[in-house]
């Protein structure tokens, strides 16, 4: 069952259309790719989903309800997440006080407390150095951070915008396996990825834009199959490094 369902999305900046008609879908419990080269729209299109641009056309619905125009609070209160591209943890501040932020619009009587166990119990890291400054993290605990951040406010949805960006190659796989964590505690993931081949072995099902529309869709395990992504999409010639 669709837990997201995005149809005919027109959006962008000003007079700039970004997005000219995406359809994409991501199945309850799954790990969805978005994938495709610089200006595709990926990092455009998560913003519109997320509430932080209006699209011009088209919908979006979650859990069969139409979300579109919704503000950032309402949709974490429906149980959406977003983990942005580029890191946004407050650097002078500790761990625990960057976690603390991730429910800052929860109700007074909410279980901070309890929730940032549980998100030690996933990332025991995180507790270990719990009382450490953001900013003296290494890239792969500043990833783990801004995850266990997202899972504040228990979402059943997080939106993941490269998680692997600027990492060290060799913490790639150990970045995958968090979300797949996430993942495996009932989170469904809908990631944009610019390692496209590690991020295919992770995933349930992918969707390639090209110049703002759905070019591809399939399974993850397939879509590499097709010739005709394979030479367009892991050619030497085509740049991954950022998103759009």
């Not at 369902?5 to 799954?30: P, R, T």
């Not at 059943?156 to 790639?172: H, N, Q, R, S, V």
């Amino acid at each position: 069952m669709a837990i997201l369902d995005i149809e005919n999305l027109h959006a962008g900046y000003g007079q700039h259309l970004v997005l000219k008609g995406v359809d994409a879908q991501a199945e309850e419990g799954d790990i969805t790719l978005v994938m495709g080269p610089n200006g595709a729209g990926k990092s455009t299109l998560f913003k519109t989903i997320f509430g932080l641009l209006d699209p011009s056309e088209g919908s979006v619905t979650f859990h069969g309800e139409d979300i579109t125009g919704c503000t950032q609070e309402e949709l974490l209160d429906r149980g959406m997440a977003y983990v942005l591209q580029r890191s946004a943890l407050f650097e002078d501040m500790t761990i625990r006080e960057n976690l603390e932020m991730g429910a800052y619009v929860a109700d007074r009587d909410y279980d901070v407390d309890g929730k940032i166990e549980e998100i030690y119990d996933l990332f025991p890291i995180l507790e270990e150095r719990s009382n450490a400054k953001a900013g003296t993290l290494s890239g792969g605990q500043r990833q783990m951070v801004e995850f266990g951040r997202g899972l504040m406010l228990d979402p059943e949805f997080m939106l993941i915008d490269e998680p692997t960006a600027g990492l060290a190659p060799k913490i790639i796989d150990q970045v995958f396996e968090r979300v797949q964590q996430i993942n495996e505690t009932g989170v469904t993931i809908f990631m944009i990825e610019q390692n496209i081949k590690t991020g295919l072995e992770y995933s349930d099902y992918a969707y390639v834009l090209d110049n703002g529309a759905t070019r591809f869709h399939g399974p993850a395990d397939t879509i590499l199959d097709n010739p005709e992504i394979r030479d367009a999409y892991l050619s030497e010639n085509v740049s991954y490094e950022g998103s759009e």
